[in-house]
């Protein structure tokens, strides 16, 4: 029997995020589920996803699906193709704008909720509050990352926030790390090969929105309908 | 490894025509009303026990088929007794023939609505007749007051009736046959066809010519198997197979189950040609690996033959498997999950798309 509403991440790194967020804040159960195959992976493989999921045994009695996905340089841009693929998914609601319940259209399929990251209409990536927590946590570090970018000249016109973003927080993750100075987002709170478990603090104030939202997301439901 | 644009190439020369476009049951084992809408030319049943996958498949079966004999026989392959005993009493009559009304309830008209995409609706229904009759023959005889009403079987198509029936008299039980109409194979998920079977259909595909296309499609599984030819064995005709570094010829079935039930479904599938296909079980005794090359042959022989099939499967290994027949093909396919819902048999039914998509994402959709 499925109780649990389903969240879709755009990959292994975010649904890791939100397992250990889940675990860690205390929040409510949730189904978190990174993409099967890696051509499905990132937030052009959601329409797919969703197709495959109307199949899914027991799909009618999950309370929702929660659609993860980042902002990216343009939050509305990425909201709107979000959306193109949940229409052309076919059967399920759409929703008209992030962390808004909208309704399936036959009782068979369950409502549709968008969360976007980091936040409704901010430009970034889940990286991006990533990096605000764990720079937070090792300032040391942080300055020292700083220094990198500038000293080989990161061109943040060209290369946008996002991937700015990106780059500060994969150059914290190793310096942070030296018994795995290649762990990937998703190993930073596994704590095992060495690696310290606050890498990314998950108490930081950055995430207090996306919990809330989390905790708060049965009162969603029952307010919807 | 299955080549997806082989096998597009080959559906390009097939007909449209379906036997089954739609199709009603109502009061029909555990079924008291259920409709599926737009059937494709394969249409994968899936769904726990007891949710009516078997019995979907016996519906059709014994809509296309010329006997009420026919439910004789799926009593037989549902593992009920080979062998029964008439006896002129209702309840044992009743015995017989009451599963395969809904909940047993003989009362009700069981019937099953077909479309085809060619010659429109027919109509076939089991009833028992308001009338009946009992001779007691002259002289003392204990009275007897439970009359056996004959059962109707009766086929509806293009505006004509034909009519089989059941009845019951002193000699025995008289069972009527019409002239078939619509042909169906069905390949049971307990029932080894005879060898016998087998043969005749070899020998028909043989006359037409197609026996090397045939051995090309076993081969690509079986290669192994250098020709095929009809024997007697212990005087009864059975296919035997020549077989790479034996002397002497040897009987398919003595080759393995699951080479045995690869011939059967494929000689089915030319003896069905315009027809449907009914194959209960799919993935039973097939080694894993030779999965993907049986789903393309099954595809294969049935584009080429313009025949549909339904059938079941348990097996999530066998789903996978058609995945690389399925891709480029989706619209042909369609995916039913059987539930059972307040004691009633219900089926959710999904496109190929969607059925090919929960593959590739690993859904549990059984």
């Not at chain 1, 052009?44 to 340089?73: H, Q, W, Y």
Request: glycine share 8%; charged share 25%; proline share 5%.
């Amino acid at each position: 029997m499925a109780e649990d509403p389903i969240v879709l991440c755009e990959g292994n790194d975010d649904a890791a995020f939100f397992t250990q967020l889940i675990r860690f804040r205390e929040l409510r159960s949730l189904d978190v589920r990174a993409p099967t195959r890696e051509d499905h992976a990132g937030h052009s493989g959601f329409g797919r996803r969703m197709v495959a999921l109307k199949t899914e045994t027991d799909i009618e009695n999950t309370p929702a699906i929660i659609i993860v996905r980042d902002c990216n340089a343009d939050p509305g841009s990425a909201f709107r193709s979000l959306v193109v693929q949940i229409r052309e998914s076919g059967g399920y609601g759409v929703p008209d704008a992030p962390r808004r319940l909208a309704r399936s259209q036959g009782r068979m399929l369950p409502p549709i909720c968008v969360l976007m990251l980091p936040w409704d209409n901010q430009p970034g990536a889940l990286e991006t509050l990533c990096y605000e927590s764990a720079a937070a946590r090792r300032p040391e570090i942080a300055e020292c990352v700083d220094s990198y970018v500038r000293c080989v000249q990161f061109d943040i016109e060209a290369w946008g926030t996002v991937k700015h973003d990106k780059f500060r927080l994969r150059c914290l993750l190793s310096a942070a790390c030296p018994s795995e100075p290649n762990t990937a987002l998703r190993y930073a709170w596994s704590g095992d090969k060495g690696r310290p478990t606050d890498l990314v603090p998950l108490g930081h104030r950055c995430f207090d929105e996306i919990a809330n939202f989390l905790a708060g997301f049965d009162r969603t439901l029952e307010a919807r309908f | 490894m299955v080549s997806p644009i082989e096998l597009a190439s080959s559906a390009v020369t097939y007909k449209e025509y379906l036997m089954i476009t739609s199709l009603e049951l109502h009061n029909f084992r555990g079924f008291k009303l259920m409709k599926l809408d737009g059937c494709p030319r394969f249409n994968i049943i899936v769904g726990p026990n007891a949710s009516g996958k078997t019995a979907l498949l016996e519906a059709i079966f014994l809509a296309s088929a010329n006997s009420p004999e026919a439910a004789l026989r799926l009593r037989a392959w549902r593992g009920l007794a080979q062998q029964v005993e008439i006896t002129p009493d209702k309840s044992s009559f009743s015995e017989l023939w009451g599963d395969l009304f809904f909940w047993g309830v003989e009362s009700k008209e069981l019937f099953v609505l077909l479309d085809d995409s060619e010659r429109g609706s027919r109509k076939f229904s089991i009833t028992y007749e308001t009338k009946g009759e009992l001779t007691l023959p002259i002289g003392k005889q204990p009275i007897n007051s439970t009359i056996i009403a004959p059962l109707s079987f009766r086929w509806l198509s293009g505006g004509k009736e034909s009519i089989a029936e059941v009845e019951i008299s002193e000699k025995g039980m008289k069972i009527g046959t019409v002239p078939a109409l619509f042909p169906a194979v069905f390949v049971s998920s307990s029932h080894v066809i005879s060898t016998h079977e087998n043969a005749s259909r070899y020998s028909r595909l043989s006359q037409a010519g197609k026996e090397l296309d045939f051995l090309n499609t076993l081969q690509a599984i079986y290669p192994f198997i250098r020709g095929l030819s009809i024997e007697l064995n212990a005087g009864v005709p059975a296919i035997f197979a020549t077989v790479e570094g034996v002397a002497k010829k040897i009987p398919i079935p003595l080759l393995g189950g699951g080479i045995n039930k690869y011939l059967g479904i494929l000689l089915g599938i030319q003896y069905a040609a315009g027809g449907v296909a009914l194959i209960d079980e799919m993935e039973n005794g097939f080694f894993y690996k030779s999965l993907p090359q049986v789903w393309y042959g099954v595809v294969k022989a049935c584009l080429e033959t313009n025949t549909q099939v339904f059938l079941t499967t348990h097996s999530l290994e066998c789903l996978r498997a058609a995945l690389p027949t399925i891709k480029g093909n989706e619209n042909q396919f369609s995916l039913i999950r059987m539930e059972r819902r307040e004691g009633q048999c219900v089926p959710r039914v999904f496109t190929g798309h969607e059925f090919a998509a929960a593959i590739e994402q690993e859904i549990e959709f059984r």
